[in-house]
């Protein structure tokens, strides 16, 4: 899971970082000063065992120069190990006689500047040492309580060791609970933090708004000085300036950037994270002079450690995440990689999500503007043609009055006649189409009586009804139905649904036309008992220019443009429109308008 998170580099000693739990510290503290008071020690420490296979001195109480280059320092275990298995057995406690020490105590350690030569037996001498091993209940070392330099300058004797003893069984239980105690702290604290990234993440509809709200969280949640974020575009470069949540704003070398960017896809690839200081060892994706240039480049900011992690989902990366601390700042733990890795894919994730959101929301930007665009070209075009086409239409009925036109020539003319009217028809409906596109028009609605804008249709249609022998009827309630709407456009739906009802409906059949108010809403209902429509072509009923490829409908000649304006008009009113169909069984088309008063 990680790189480079193991043993730091001990060649040289190491100060490591304070805990974060003050309370935890504290229990420790008092269990060492009781042992200092009461069995008359003048040095007592207490190490615990990391998890690095290390022992960190917790508390210290003693002189101020050991204080000073004691607390938080590292000292190797194995050694102290091997060193416990040479000391005299005092049941809880272990005695290390000096002439037995193998530990390097003038390296590792802290020796009073007292004489080491000519000590009497039975006295102490300033290299012995009396260590307590803290164990846990299933017996893994978790700690040691150390002890020099007892005040009366002699070894304890049998009874002064029941009182050690003693200390050292509550110095282990303190020990034990404030392991656990740091341990379930650091669970939910890393627990938090990636339930507030996820939180923030989730429905953020831009790359940089995902930065943007999840950066504190993370910062604040790793206990982190700042948090860097470099982005990786599909070409596996570095996309975008770096995010920075905390800390002054940094600007990446070329070098560096090439670095995060070639370092980030091969973490993600192994689903590692690193960590970059200067006692780590190389990592195995940085070669020894790319790091040292990397360690250089930190220094500069005085950043002590890096934490590096990439970010992706699936098989791509992303870019990385780094999250800062100075000089003095807590070590990377196991847990908190194992959280940062699965928050870089939660953020990976994310912005995954948000990038798609963002190309869809182009796309839809896109297609509203070849919408526009083919708005304004159909309207051009269409005012265009107006003109010249009321001007043919015009000359052609001259033409058709002249006298002296063989027949062949007045065949011509009526065709001429029948074309120009059918493409007026089409200018009409585009312009018509155009002009109920805008917006809505609840300013200039007023209402309308839909009863009487049915009788006013109905009768000018019925000659077309009966030359077909249709029945043609009307459905209308005694109390006035009133829609708020602009009069033009129910005269427009009106039209529209009872023309396609006659021309769709074979001789003999039967068209039927009701209002009713349900509610706070205006119906108006068109049914026939014409071909119908197929269920599969119902979904592009009222899409511009669509037309059935069913034989009968496409015998009858139309633009596809009437039930398209029908729907922009009834849109534009806030309303909508329904219709049921089945071939062979007729349609039934029902309009739904805001109701007035």
């Not at 739990?21 to 615990?48: C, P, Y």
């Not at 034990?176 to 923030?200: F, P, S, Y």
């Not at 890096?306 to 196991?334: D, H, K």
Request: negative net charge; glycine residues 10%.
């Amino acid at each position: 899971m990680s790189e480079s998170l193991g043993s730091p580099d001990l060649d040289r000693p190491v100060r490591a970082s304070r805990w974060s739990d003050a309370q935890s510290r504290e229990a420790l503290q008092a269990i060492a000063e009781g042992v200092a008071e009461v069995a008359g020690f003048e040095l007592v420490g207490v190490s615990v065992v990391r998890e690095d296979g290390y022992l960190q001195i917790m508390v210290l109480v003693g002189p101020e120069e050991a204080r000073k280059l004691l607390i938080d320092s590292l000292a190797p275990l194995a050694p102290m190990v091997d060193q416990l298995a040479l000391a005299d057995d005092w049941g809880t406690l272990k005695f290390i006689p000096h002439e037995r020490l193998i530990l390097d105590l003038d390296r590792w350690g802290w020796v009073a500047d007292r004489p080491r030569d000519h000590v009497e037996p039975g006295k102490w001498h300033p290299q012995d040492q009396l260590v307590a091993p803290l164990r846990g209940a299933d017996g893994t070392l978790l700690g040691t309580l150390a002890m020099e330099l007892p005040r009366d300058g002699l070894i304890p004797g049998p009874a002064q060791r029941e009182t050690l003893e003693f200390y050292a069984r509550q110095a282990a239980r303190a020990v034990v609970a404030t392991l656990e105690h740091e341990r379930l702290a650091e669970q939910v604290r890393l627990a938090r933090a990636a339930a507030d990234v996820v939180r923030l993440a989730v429905g953020t509809q831009s790359p940089d708004r995902v930065l943007a709200e999840c950066g504190r969280a993370i910062t604040d949640g790793f206990r982190a000085e700042s948090l860097w974020i470099q982005r990786i575009g599909p070409d596996g470069r570095c996309d975008g300036p770096l995010y920075v949540d905390g800390g002054p704003t940094v600007r990446l070398p070329a070098g560096i950037r090439a670095l995060a960017s070639a370092h980030s896809r091969r973490a993600w690839e192994r689903q590692c994270v690193a960590v970059l200081a200067p006692e780590r060892p190389v990592t195995g994706v940085l070669g020894p002079e790319q790091h040292a240039e990397v360690i250089e480049f930190l220094a500069g900011l005085e950043v002590e450690s890096l934490l590096f992690v990439p970010m992706g989902a699936g098989r791509e990366c992303f870019g990385a995440m780094g999250l800062t601390r100075r000089r003095g700042g807590a070590e990377w733990s196991e847990e908190e990689a194992a959280t940062a890795l699965e928050i870089g894919r939660d953020l990976g994730r994310a912005l995954a999500n948000a990038r798609t959101l963002e190309r869809e929301h182009q796309l839809v930007d896109e297609l509203r503007e070849l919408a526009d665009y083919k708005e304004r070209l159909l309207a051009t075009v269409s005012h265009e043609m107006k003109n010249p086409l009321s001007a043919i239409l015009g000359y052609v009925e001259i033409l058709g009055a002249e006298p002296g036109l063989s027949d062949t020539a007045l065949a011509c003319v009526a065709a001429i006649e029948r074309g120009g009217g059918r493409l007026a028809q089409v200018v009409g409906d585009l312009l018509l189409l155009h002009e109920s596109t805008g917006i809505e028009a609840s300013a200039t609605a007023e209402p309308v009586d839909l009863g009487q804008a049915v009788t006013e249709v109905v009768d000018l249609n019925d000659a077309v009804a009966r030359a077909r022998r249709q029945t043609l009827r009307t459905e209308l309630p005694d109390v006035p139905v009133l829609a708020l709407a602009e009069p033009r456009d129910v005269d427009h739906i009106v039209t529209n649904l009872l023309g396609n009802a006659l021309k769709y409906t074979p001789d003999g059949g039967t068209i039927a036309v009701s209002v009713e108010r349900v509610g706070d809403q205006a119906v108006l209902c068109c049914t026939d008992s014409g071909i119908g429509i197929a269920e599969e072509e119902q979904a592009r009923l009222f899409d511009e220019f669509f037309r059935s490829t069913d034989p009968a409908a496409v015998a009858q000649p139309g633009s596809g443009l009437g039930l398209a304006i029908v729907r922009r008009v009834v849109e534009r009113h806030r309303g909508r429109i329904e219709v049921e169909s089945a071939i062979g069984r007729g349609s039934t088309f029902r309009v739904f308008l805001p109701a007035a008063g």
